[in-house]
């Protein structure tokens, strides 16, 4: 049987549900630019893959996903720490990104997206014209 040995956690616990009930919890995110691709990593360990939302509006993305409480109805709670619910984050994407190719996987509680830097935002050589021969000007 599992016991509990902190008299003071359940009064925490309860009171973060009450206080945080209201507004929807964050989740963890990383984020990295990797060559052509800007890559972000969520934490939603315990997710259906089914319940994450993706949309992107005005170069806004929104990400949404729940979590459900695991245990069968009519089951007695021992202990209920991770929390459940709706998870959300918002990320304003630059211009810089293509945001009409956005891929996103789901895998081992980690939701992965790779957001594709634009053509128009990549370097590329200019061709400079003129006098005796031709020159290339890195840009």
Do not use: C
Request: charged content about 30%; overall charge negative.
């Amino acid at each position: 049987m599992l016991m509990r040995t902190d008299p003071f956690r359940e009064l925490d616990r309860l009171a973060q549900q009450v206080f945080d009930s209201a507004r929807p919890a964050a989740m963890a995110m990383d984020a990295y630019r990797s060559g052509d691709d800007f890559v972000v990593h969520f934490d939603l360990p315990g997710v259906d893959p089914e319940s994450i939302e993706l949309d992107v509006e005005r170069n806004v993305l929104n990400v949404r996903a729940e979590r459900t409480w695991p245990a069968p109805e009519g089951a007695e709670t021992i202990a209920a720490e991770r929390p459940t619910g709706t998870f959300t984050r918002q990320l304003f994407l630059g211009d810089t990104l293509d945001t009409e190719r956005i891929d996103a996987s789901y895998d081992a509680g980690v939701l992965t997206l790779r957001i594709p830097v634009a053509e128009q935002a990549k370097p590329r050589r200019i061709r400079i014209s003129g006098g005796s021969s031709p020159k290339q000007l890195s840009g």
